[in-house]
């Protein structure tokens, strides 16, 4: 399963992934697309690793955005599989965390989606 490339979630949003290094770390840029609303969001940076592809074939990987934003702190972190069927069709299959900055601790309980 190679991650490095261009990747198209269901709602339209776009992850370009670049060659994964010799420690299978890799880095690129992630585009909302239009189900993000808002054009508050810009194209932004993400760095991630996966597991090591000659020793697993259908690795797990992470990788966290840190959103450019206009006007507010975010971060999101994905943690995922790829998968590979009987075709060789690669799917990813991930779980999000967002994490958006809180005006305070009492606020804390709100900032997690």
């Given at each position: 399963?190679?991650?490095?490339?261009?990747?198209?979630?269901?709602?339209?949003?776009?992850?370009?992934?670049?060659?994964?290094?010799?420690?299978?770390?890799?880095?690129?840029?992630?585009?909302?697309?239009?189900?993000?609303?808002?054009?508050?969001?810009?194209?932004?940076?993400?760095?991630?690793?996966?597991?090591?592809?000659?020793?697993?074939a259908q690795p797990?990987?992470?990788?966290?955005?840190?959103?450019?934003?206009?006007?507010?702190?975010?971060?999101?972190?994905?943690?995922?599989?790829?998968?590979?069927?009987?075709?060789?069709?690669?799917?990813?299959?991930?779980?999000?965390?967002?994490?958006?900055?809180?005006?305070?601790?009492?606020?804390?309980?709100?900032?997690?989606?």
């Open positions: 399963c190679l991650l490095s490339g261009s990747w198209r979630s269901d709602t339209g949003c776009r992850m370009v992934v670049s060659t994964l290094d010799k420690d299978n770390r890799f880095s690129g840029f992630y585009l909302p697309g239009p189900a993000a609303g808002g054009s508050e969001l810009l194209t932004s940076p993400l760095e991630g690793s996966q597991q090591d592809t000659g020793l697993v797990t990987f992470s990788f966290t955005v840190k959103w450019q934003l206009r006007e507010t702190a975010r971060t999101t972190v994905f943690l995922g599989q790829c998968y590979v069927d009987t075709n060789g069709e690669e799917t990813l299959r991930v779980l999000w965390v967002l994490r958006q900055a809180a005006s305070s601790s009492k606020e804390d309980w709100k900032a997690t989606w």
